[in-house]
């Protein structure tokens, strides 16, 4: 970074091995720790909620806010840790991964998300599209020790990610899932491979896993695996989430958003108590204020690697993004 943009800091102290921590000292005598992502603006308690889907859609609800259709569910080997504590306590409404087929055929049908609370990055996150794929996840989960899940329905919109920062829009962009093309000539796991020399080439640290099981269970509801070679033209998703550290892209759309939506991650960083967020927005059409939406999920550390890589301008756009963070005083001034 060029000296003499940070004009609010006296001094910055950086961990020399990794550059992971660093503590900033401001013009009036404060303070602020930076520890990776997470640029110190928002206090823990906010970012906690933020982290845990289940509570977040909580959140969501109170103030009004549309959200996907789902709910928590605990798995097995952390309710025989807590199980009987609670209904000790009176909680009787403590609902298990056993109570999940019951609740989808009755409340929204095959299929949904599957998603550990705490998960980031699209980590671990499975659609399921009948009850036996349903008992292999929860399966999966119970085996690493994941504690507390969200069953969650689809949203077949449009998926974005709005950063606000105190209220004001940093950037807005189209997610785009992980997506290879065919030529007629290559294999899925040969195209996979060309589209991570593509993003090594670019520096995005993105690993790109053929043998990843979404990619399995998603090409196999079409017959497929990534030895099949796709027709020329031909657009496969491969996983069916829109994270860029998942492998997808992004398409700016800073300049073309309404400031409905805009409002709305103000509205919710408001809310929940966070001075910075990334909201992650399902969207029928962005550039339209009465178009239905559905809010999957708040960020607090929204980390913004991914999409400056995407082009100059967003290179850009995130240098600013960063001034403009690390000159905001701390919290209280």
Not at 2 to 28: C, F, H, M, Q
């Amino acid at each position: 970074m060029k000296k003499g943009l940070l004009t609010n800091v006296v001094s910055v102290d950086i961990e020399p091995d990794y550059g992971y921590v660093a503590r900033l000292t401001y013009l009036n005598g404060l303070h602020r720790i930076t520890y990776g992502n997470d640029l110190g603006l928002n206090n823990a308690a906010a970012c906690d909620l933020a982290k845990d889907k289940g509570h977040a859609k909580f959140m969501l609800r109170t103030i009004g806010v549309e959200c996907p259709a789902g709910d928590e569910f605990i798995l097995p080997w952390w309710e025989e840790m807590i199980g009987q504590t609670q209904r000790e306590r009176g909680n009787t409404s403590l609902r298990t991964t056993d109570d999940i087929p019951d609740y989808i055929e009755q409340q929204m049908g095959y299929p949904v998300y599957l998603k550990p609370v705490s998960g980031s990055k699209g980590g671990d996150i499975f659609t399921v599209q009948n009850r036996a794929e349903l008992e292999m996840v929860v399966e999966l989960y119970n085996e690493k020790r994941i504690r507390v899940i969200v069953v969650e329905a689809p949203v077949k919109m449009p998926d974005y990610r709005v950063v606000v920062l105190d209220g004001e829009l940093i950037s807005a962009y189209r997610r785009v899932p992980l997506t290879v093309v065919g030529d007629g000539v290559h294999t899925i796991k040969e195209l996979l491979a060309q589209l991570q020399q593509r993003y090594d080439d670019e520096g995005r640290d993105t690993q790109l896993n053929p043998d990843d099981e979404r990619i399995r269970r998603h090409l196999a509801q079409d017959n497929m695996t990534v030895t099949d070679i796709p027709e020329a033209g031909r657009s496969l998703v491969l996983v069916p989430i829109s994270n860029l550290s998942a492998g997808g892209t992004s398409e700016d759309i800073t300049d073309s958003i309404h400031e409905r939506w805009t409002n709305l991650a103000a509205q919710i960083s408001e809310n929940f108590n966070l001075r910075l967020i990334g909201l992650d927005l399902a969207c029928e059409d962005i550039t339209s204020p009465t178009a239905k939406y559905s809010v999957i999920e708040v960020n607090s550390s929204p980390g913004l690697d991914h999409y400056a890589l995407s082009g100059d301008a967003q290179k850009e756009l995130v240098d600013q993004f960063y001034i403009k963070i690390l000159n905001a005083l701390p919290a209280g001034v």
